[in-house]
């Protein structure tokens, strides 16, 4: 049967919802195909296969294709829908059963929803949606002789060419009949995102009822900066007329058995009656903070318990394939009874659950801040101070950008450019020192200046440059080294005589053409500077020629005349082009820079490069990768050109543009950033978007070929501090 790729059509800037992981979509149906009826009278499976999607997915509907006939109606009470594993080609192991509709339609789909909003369904794997039903009935179900399914399949999804059919009232599929049509279905649902540790989709073996507390542990793997753990989900139910009063949290490892409480998580408000399937318990805001290769319980405590409401094990010691790397649950759990306070028991089997959480983004080091001594004169080092807080643990190198102001020479230029000081090991200051020259000509007073650049391991702080003043101390006396001439003696003689007339000055040359050139105290590479919003950059004019007239733009609706204007600063982060116009009266020469502004203190850790953007005060990193239908591709570059919520990339010629991304703050609004985009390609990409300061990943794909589709999503990342 043919599988067609998951093409969601979306309209840019309208409410539509993109397809991404927690928005369903439909990820497989053949109710489009020509359609022919069968009685509802009887008990029909379909079987279906997953794609494969590491993670597994979520159901959460099946569609029926129905229509009433008016003559001897079906009624829900008769009706279940249900979804189960494949056992040898026939209907096996229960998997959910699903809610009704309020009401079947008298001819269109009949909407069957999954209980507590999803089932979990592993990759690549057949499984069977039941249409079971007890009553006699002239209502009908669609089916098809089609064998292929509705364009916009999920990649790797489909319905099987056949179905079963039993006319027993409880069906054991050892009787069925096959019947070489499809039933007509829609499965809706979403891919389903990588869990910390899982074994969920093991076999069930045996029960932890609730009238014993209950302990399960789990290790984490060896990410540097550990994990936030977000969630646990379990599978229970419970039949009890009165709730059992309990909680479940995150405990320490103590010596085998459960420690000190590291956090409390939230029950849901209720557990499914007799439904085999997974509950959520959620952690606080934030998640909660587990530290790499160590050892974890997730304990329930019960304190009014009954033997009606249970987890489930399994006797399975394998994690699941979604698992995260290094990520294991262990081979046994631990009970006691509820009223006990005394030592653990231990059972073979695993509770059946799965960790959901993320990498913690990597440890933030350090801001650091940088300070001028006093003004020295010229032969006499200028002294910085780089400063640290709080102090580091190891030796932290810090990165420096060395300048002197313009139509000055007290700094060779070997001393400036790039440097390094590093601070040591729970030390809080380094002293940096650049010499200066002492030169035997009269000059104007300079200064120098030291700004620290990004690195790895520690935060620029918004005190990020420092300047000292550089005194000239050669002074030229008046008439020259002799001085002027003496007076005549007094006393007589002749009177000196008439000076003679000076002659007149030559007649200047005619101006010659100006050459546009900007001198800057940023650190400049490849035609793109770097500055901190907030922070003060000096320009000067290096043009060459008859200047008379100038004028600067910085790019943010600032403007200069002066020659030399005082250092200026840009509010937000984001692209920004500087010109500087000369002219000579006649003619006029343009020189520009481009600038990009990022956060003074980053939200995150991205790092701006050729390939990455850096969004919403350098929280969000954003990439782009495209591909064609031959297999060929590579990273797509940064145009220089954007704000502090928006980026532009292109693949090929630098001015030839392919994609504009957009998020934007909508924490007000719905607790949620949002991601918005728009491509001008047929050929297929990867937006990869991330909050760094949670390690949440967004994707947005488009197949090679097809045209490429608005993203607006509004539910991209939920705000967290």
């Given at each position: 049967?043919?599988?067609?790729?998951?093409?969601?059509?979306?309209?840019?800037?309208?409410?539509?919802?993109?397809?991404?992981?927690?928005?369903?979509?439909?990820?497989?149906?053949?109710?489009?195909?020509t359609?022919?009826?069968?009685?509802?009278?009887?008990?029909?499976?379909?079987?279906?296969?997953?794609?494969?999607?590491?993670?597994?997915?979520?159901?959460?509907?099946?569609?029926?294709?129905?229509?009433?006939?008016?003559?001897?109606?079906?009624?829900?009470?008769?009706t279940?829908?249900?979804?189960?594993?494949?056992?040898?080609?026939?209907?096996?192991t229960?998997?959910?059963?699903?809610?009704?509709?309020?009401?079947?339609?008298?001819?269109?789909?009949?909407?069957?929803?999954?209980?507590?909003?999803?089932?979990?369904?592993?990759?690549?794997?057949?499984?069977?949606?039941?249409?079971?039903?007890?009553?006699?009935?002239?209502?009908?179900?669609?089916?098809?002789?089609?064998?292929?399914?509705?364009?916009?399949?999920a990649?790797?999804?489909?319905i099987?060419?056949?179905?079963?059919?039993?006319?027993?009232?409880?069906?054991?599929?050892?009787?069925?009949?096959?019947?070489?049509?499809?039933?007509?279905?829609?499965?809706?649902?979403?891919?389903?995102e990588?869990?910390?540790?899982?074994?969920?989709?093991?076999?069930?073996?045996?029960?932890?009822?609730?009238?014993?507390?209950?302990?399960?542990?789990?290790?984490?793997?060896?990410?540097?900066?550990?994990?936030?753990?977000?969630?646990?989900?379990?599978?229970?139910?419970?039949?009890?007329?009165?709730?059992?009063?309990?909680?479940?949290?995150?405990?320490?490892?103590?010596?085998?058995?459960?420690?000190?409480?590291?956090?409390t998580?939230?029950?849901?408000?209720?557990?499914?009656?007799?439904?085999?399937?997974?509950?959520?318990?959620?952690?606080?805001?934030?998640?909660?903070?587990?530290?790499?290769?160590?050892?974890?319980?997730?304990?329930?405590?019960?304190?009014?318990?009954?033997?009606?409401?249970?987890?489930?094990?399994?006797?399975?010691?394998?994690?699941?394939?979604?698992?995260?790397?290094?990520?294991?649950?262990?081979?046994?759990?631990?009970?006691?009874?509820?009223?006990?306070?005394?030592d653990?028991?231990?059972?073979?089997?695993?509770?059946?659950?799965?960790?959901?959480?993320?990498?913690?983004?990597?440890?933030?080091?350090?801001?650091?801040?940088?300070?001028?001594?006093?003004?020295?004169?010229?032969?006499?080092?200028a002294?910085?101070?780089?400063?640290?807080?709080?102090?580091?643990?190891?030796?932290?190198?810090?990165?420096?950008?060395?300048?002197?102001?313009?139509?000055?020479?007290?700094?060779?230029?070997?001393?400036?450019?790039?440097k390094?000081?590093?601070?040591?090991?729970?030390?809080?200051t380094?002293?940096?020192?650049?010499?200066?020259?002492?030169?035997?000509?009269?000059?104007?007073?300079?200064?120098?200046?030291?700004?620290?650049?990004?690195?790895?391991?520690?935060?620029?702080?918004?005190?990020?440059?420092?300047?000292?003043?550089?005194?000239?101390?050669?002074?030229?006396?008046?008439?020259?080294?002799?001085?002027?001439?003496?007076?005549?003696?007094?006393?007589?003689?002749?009177?000196?005589?008439?000076?003679?007339?000076?002659?007149?000055?030559?007649?200047?040359?005619?101006?010659?053409?100006?050459?546009?050139?900007?001198?800057v105290?940023?650190?400049?590479?490849?035609?793109?500077?770097?500055?901190?919003?907030?922070?003060?950059?000096?320009?000067?004019?290096?043009?060459?020629?008859?200047?008379?007239?100038?004028?600067?733009?910085?790019?943010?609706?600032?403007?200069?005349?002066?020659?030399?204007?005082?250092?200026?600063?840009?509010?937000?982060?984001?692209?920004?082009?500087?010109?500087?116009?000369?002219?000579?009266?006649?003619d006029?020469?343009?020189?520009?820079?481009?600038?990009?502004?990022?956060?003074?203190?980053?939200?995150?850790?991205?790092?701006?490069?050729?390939?990455?953007?850096?969004?919403?005060?350098?929280?969000?990193?954003?990439?782009?990768?495209?591909?064609?239908?031959?297999?060929?591709?590579?990273?797509?570059?940064?145009?220089?050109?954007?704000?502090?919520?928006?980026?532009?990339?292109?693949?090929?010629?630098?001015?030839n543009?392919?994609?504009?991304?957009?998020?934007?703050?909508?924490?007000?609004?719905?607790?949620?950033?949002?991601?918005?985009?728009?491509?001008?390609?047929?050929l297929?990409?990867?937006?990869?978007?991330?909050?760094?300061?949670?390690?949440?990943?967004?994707?947005?794909?488009?197949?090679?070929?097809?045209?490429?589709?608005?993203?607006?999503?509004?539910?991209?990342?939920?705000?967290?501090?």
């Amino acid at each position: 049967m043919a599988v067609r790729l998951l093409a969601v059509s979306v309209a840019l800037f309208t409410a539509a919802a993109a397809a991404q992981a927690q928005t369903s979509v439909k990820l497989v149906s053949n109710t489009g195909e020509t359609a022919a009826t069968t009685l509802a009278s009887v008990s029909y499976a379909q079987a279906f296969t997953t794609g494969s999607n590491s993670a597994g997915y979520v159901l959460t509907r099946v569609d029926y294709k129905f229509k009433r006939s008016g003559v001897t109606p079906i009624t829900l009470e008769n009706t279940t829908v249900a979804i189960r594993q494949n056992s040898s080609g026939t209907p096996g192991t229960p998997v959910a059963t699903l809610t009704d509709p309020a009401s079947l339609p008298s001819d269109g789909l009949a909407q069957f929803t999954a209980p507590h909003g999803g089932i979990n369904l592993a990759a690549s794997t057949t499984y069977f949606a039941l249409f079971l039903t007890s009553g006699l009935s002239t209502d009908q179900l669609h089916k098809t002789s089609s064998d292929a399914e509705d364009t916009g399949a999920a990649t790797g999804w489909s319905i099987a060419d056949s179905h079963l059919w039993s006319s027993n009232p409880i069906p054991t599929w050892t009787d069925d009949t096959t019947d070489t049509d499809s039933m007509m279905i829609a499965i809706h649902g979403y891919a389903a995102e990588p869990k910390l540790a899982s074994n969920i989709r093991q076999g069930s073996s045996g029960i932890a009822t609730f009238n014993t507390d209950f302990a399960q542990a789990f290790t984490t793997g060896s990410h540097s900066s550990g994990y936030r753990l977000t969630g646990v989900d379990v599978w229970g139910l419970s039949d009890a007329t009165s709730p059992p009063t309990y909680s479940v949290s995150i405990r320490s490892d103590s010596s085998g058995s459960p420690g000190a409480r590291v956090g409390t998580l939230t029950n849901p408000a209720s557990l499914p009656p007799t439904t085999n399937s997974t509950v959520t318990y959620s952690a606080p805001e934030g998640g909660i903070a587990l530290k790499a290769n160590t050892t974890y319980f997730l304990v329930t405590d019960v304190s009014s318990g009954d033997t009606d409401t249970l987890f489930r094990t399994t006797a399975s010691d394998a994690e699941d394939s979604n698992s995260e790397s290094g990520w294991s649950i262990a081979d046994t759990s631990l009970w006691r009874l509820y009223s006990s306070t005394g030592d653990w028991a231990t059972n073979t089997r695993s509770l059946k659950i799965v960790i959901d959480g993320h990498k913690a983004p990597p440890m933030v080091g350090p801001t650091i801040t940088i300070t001028g001594g006093s003004a020295v004169t010229e032969g006499t080092p200028a002294v910085f101070t780089v400063t640290a807080n709080p102090a580091p643990t190891a030796e932290l190198p810090v990165n420096l950008n060395v300048s002197e102001s313009f139509n000055t020479s007290f700094v060779l230029a070997t001393d400036e450019g790039a440097k390094m000081v590093a601070i040591a090991a729970n030390g809080t200051t380094a002293t940096y020192s650049v010499a200066t020259q002492n030169d035997s000509f009269a000059g104007p007073n300079g200064t120098i200046r030291v700004s620290v650049s990004a690195g790895a391991g520690y935060r620029v702080g918004g005190a990020n440059t420092a300047i000292v003043t550089v005194m000239d101390n050669d002074v030229t006396q008046p008439g020259g080294p002799v001085g002027p001439p003496p007076p005549p003696s007094g006393g007589g003689g002749s009177p000196p005589p008439e000076p003679e007339p000076e002659p007149e000055p030559p007649p200047p040359p005619p101006p010659s053409p100006p050459r546009a050139a900007i001198t800057v105290d940023a650190g400049c590479d490849a035609g793109l500077c770097r500055a901190r919003a907030g922070a003060p950059v000096s320009f000067d004019d290096g043009s060459t020629g008859t200047v008379t007239r100038w004028r600067w733009d910085f790019g943010d609706g600032k403007t200069s005349r002066s020659r030399r204007p005082r250092s200026h600063t840009w509010a937000s982060p984001g692209f920004y082009e500087v010109s500087l116009t000369v002219s000579n009266g006649t003619d006029e020469s343009t020189a520009s820079l481009t600038f990009l502004v990022e956060a003074a203190e980053p939200a995150g850790t991205c790092v701006a490069g050729a390939g990455t953007r850096c969004l919403l005060d350098s929280r969000y990193e954003v990439t782009v990768e495209w591909n064609n239908a031959d297999g060929a591709g590579g990273g797509a570059a940064v145009v220089h050109a954007g704000t502090n919520e928006s980026a532009l990339f292109r693949f090929f010629d630098a001015d030839n543009w392919e994609m504009l991304i957009k998020l934007l703050d909508g924490c007000s609004a719905n607790g949620h950033v949002w991601v918005f985009g728009a491509a001008t390609t047929d050929l297929g990409y990867v937006i990869r978007v991330t909050d760094t300061a949670t390690g949440a990943v967004k994707e947005y794909r488009n197949e090679p070929g097809m045209p490429a589709d608005a993203i607006t999503d509004v539910t991209a990342f939920r705000c967290r501090p």
